[in-house]
């Protein structure tokens, strides 16, 4: 069984401050991990995802994510919060690179100028 | 990139009626295609696995009567929500596999959702 919990559901930054959206997983195989943009009205966009390999993981529109096996977290970073920022971020945990994933329930970014 | 969409993006019915919702994959073959339903502020949930030539795995608690699903090429997927009551509300969101080989092959992409209002 996998699942996801991110923690706060709003996180509310300033234009140029730094972003950090937090994700806790748990999966009893190793996981595959994945960060989801959404804007209003419209489906998902892969920010990043974490399959092998280098923990750091390095995505679209300068966001980046550090898999940490012991504590389970793959926290979503970026170095300055820009407008266009402002979206619905999903994190998600599979136990492939690609098909099923259980999704976090979400948070909500805003960006204030 | 891949694309894919999803037709119409936003219908509106009455009780008792059925919609068709289609997801196509425009520039790759999907043998795999996923749909998801998301409430308002709420996360995606998958509801069923539908596969080229095959029936569909539907994900426990949802009825495989109601929410009927046909992937009858390797470009197309439909959901046909049947006897659409209020309850059944929702944002509707497609997925499909594509994997283009070599290392992390495989990539699943979402279509823009539909949004079905049933009055």
């Known amino acids: 069984a996998q699942s996801v919990t991110q923690l706060g559901s709003h996180v509310s930054v300033s234009e140029g401050a730094l972003v950090l959206l937090r994700c806790n997983y748990s999966s009893s195989v190793p996981p595959y991990l994945f960060w989801y943009v959404q804007y209003p009205n419209q489906g998902l966009q892969l920010l990043l995802k974490?399959?092998?390999?280098?923990?750091l993981v390095k995505g679209i529109n300068g966001f980046e994510a550090e898999f940490k096996k012991s504590e389970t977290s793959f926290h979503l970073t970026k170095p300055s919060a820009h407008m266009s920022d402002a979206a619905e971020y999903f994190c998600?945990?599979?136990?492939?690179?690609?098909?099923?994933?259980?999704f976090g329930d979400g948070t909500t970014l805003t960006v204030k100028p | 990139g891949a694309v894919v969409s999803q037709h119409p993006s936003r219908v509106i019915c009455k009780s008792g009626t059925s919609v068709k919702i289609e997801c196509r994959s425009l520039?790759?073959?999907?043998?795999?295609m996923f749909w998801y339903r998301q409430f308002p502020k709420q996360s995606l949930m998958l509801m069923a696995t539908?596969?080229?030539?095959?029936?569909?795995?539907?994900e426990q608690g949802v009825e495989k009567d109601k929410f009927l699903i046909n992937h009858a090429s390797l470009t197309l997927s439909t959901l046909t929500v049947t006897s659409a009551h209020p309850e059944d509300s929702s944002f509707y969101i497609c997925?499909?596999?594509?994997?283009?080989?070599?290392?992390?092959?495989?990539?699943?992409?979402f279509g823009p959702g539909t949004r079905l209002l049933v009055l």
């Open positions: 998600a945990v599979g136990d492939t690179n690609a098909g099923k994933s259980t």
């Open positions: 520039d790759f073959q999907a043998t795999t």
């Open positions: 997925s499909a596999i594509v994997n283009r080989g070599g290392l992390g092959g495989e990539t699943q992409y």
């Open positions: 974490y399959t092998t390999g280098a923990t």
């Open positions: 539908s596969n080229e030539g095959s029936k569909a795995t539907y």
